[in-house]
C-alpha cells in the first residue's frame, strides 16, 4: 500500500491568512492526488483532483499543486466557512488511500 | 445534479453482516463511471473499501476483501454494501460516492452525507 502523510495535523488560522497543507506519499504517483473538504454533517466534498484541476464550483481561493510524492493545497485568503478538515488522497493504484488529515481551527 | 443517498441499519449486532445502500439521483448508474463505498470511524481518517463499475466489475480494498461484497441493481439506480463478520472495529460513517477512475484522476467528485453504523450487541 502507498502510504500517505499530512503536514501540520492541526492547524490554527484566521480569516483572511494564507494556508498550505502538506500531502507526502510513500511512492511517487505522478498527478494522482486529490484533496477534499471535510465538514460535520455535510457530504464531503471535492476541492483539487489530478493534483491542481480546481473541482466545478469550486472556490478560486483553493488551489493544488505539486507531482510524484509531494503535493500542497492552498488556500489564499481563509473564509469563515473554510474552517473544517481536508484529506488527501491517492488513487493512482489499489487501495486508494487517504492522509491522516488536516484539523483547520479558528484562532 | 448528481445526488447520492446512503440507507441502512444503523445499529448492527457483532458477527452480523451490514447491508447499506445507496440510491442514486439525477444520473444513471447505467451510464458509466464507478461507485464506491468510504468509511471514517469516529475520531479517525477515511478507509477506502471498494468500488463497482456500472458493468458489474469490482475492486475491494485487500484489507477488507474477505468480508465485503458490493453489488449494483441498474434498474433501481441503486449500488450495496454488505459487510460480513462485523465487530465494534466497524462501528463508522459510511459513504457512498462516484469514482471517476477510468475517466479522470480516480476522484470522488460527488458523495452522499453518510450513515453512521454503530456495532453492539
Known amino acids: 500500500d502507498i502510504q500517505m502523510t499530512q503536514s501540520p495535523s492541526s492547524l490554527s488560522a484566521s480569516v483572511g491568512d494564507r494556508v498550505t497543507i502538506t500531502c507526502r506519499a510513500g511512492q511517487t504517483m505522478t498527478h494522482y492526488l486529490n484533496w477534499y473538504q471535510l465538514k460535520p454533517g455535510s457530504a464531503p466534498k471535492l476541492l483539487i483532483y489530478g493534483a491542481s484541476n480546481l473541482q466545478s464550483g469550486v472556490p478560486s481561493r483553493f488551489s493544488g499543486s505539486g507531482s510524484g510524492t509531494e503535493f500542497t493545497l492552498t488556500i489564499s485568503s481563509l473564509q469563515p466557512e473554510d474552517f473544517a478538515t481536508y484529506y488527501c488522497q491517492h488513487s493512482y493504484s489499489n487501495p486508494y488511500i487517504f492522509g491522516p488529515g488536516t484539523k483547520l481551527e479558528i484562532k | 445534479q448528481v445526488q447520492l443517498q446512503e440507507s441502512g441499519p444503523g445499529l448492527v449486532k457483532p458477527s452480523e453482516t451490514l447491508s447499506l445502500t445507496c440510491s442514486v439521483s439525477?444520473?444513471?448508474?447505467?451510464?458509466?463511471?464507478?461507485w464506491g463505498w468510504i468509511r471514517q470511524p469516529p475520531g479517525k481518517g477515511l478507509e477506502w473499501i471498494g468500488r463497482?463499475?456500472?458493468?458489474?466489475?469490482?475492486d475491494y480494498n485487500p484489507s477488507l476483501k474477505s468480508r465485503v461484497t458490493i453489488s449494483v441493481d441498474t434498474s433501481k439506480n441503486q449500488f450495496s454494501l454488505k459487510l460480513s463478520s462485523m465487530t465494534a472495529a466497524d462501528t463508522a460513517m459510511y459513504y457512498c460516492?462516484?469514482?471517476?477512475?477510468?475517466?479522470?484522476?480516480?476522484?470522488?467528485?460527488?458523495w452522499g452525507r453518510g450513515t453512521l453504523v454503530t456495532v453492539s450487541s
Open positions: 460516492a462516484r469514482d471517476l477512475a477510468g475517466d479522470s484522476y480516480g476522484q470522488f467528485d460527488f
Open positions: 463497482i463499475y456500472h458493468s458489474g466489475r469490482t
Open positions: 439525477g444520473y444513471s448508474i447505467s451510464s458509466g463511471h464507478y
